[in-house]
């Protein structure tokens, strides 16, 4: 029984950011759907490009600023202090 306690309170915990991923997914369907009916095929492919492109650069610039953040928190954790 502890277990499932366990699971339930972990499960419970994570309901917030399950619900946030559902409430993204209907936000950026309702995205497409709106610009399939008032704005055709075309504006559809021309989100779809421009999305891909924000995507692409936003993950490029969180991971060269994990890397540094990462590396710094490495050479603290070694004891490195600069002057």
Known sequence: M??????WTTG???IVFTLMAIATIVYNKANIFFLQK???????????VTWEMVDGISCLTSNLLLKKMSFSLSLW?????PN
């Open 12 to 14: 419970r915990e994570s």
């Open 77 to 81: 954790a070694l004891g490195y202090r």
């Open 2 to 7: 502890a277990r499932f306690t366990h699971i």
């Open 38 to 48: 008032f704005g055709g095929a075309a504006q559809v492919a021309q989100y779809s």
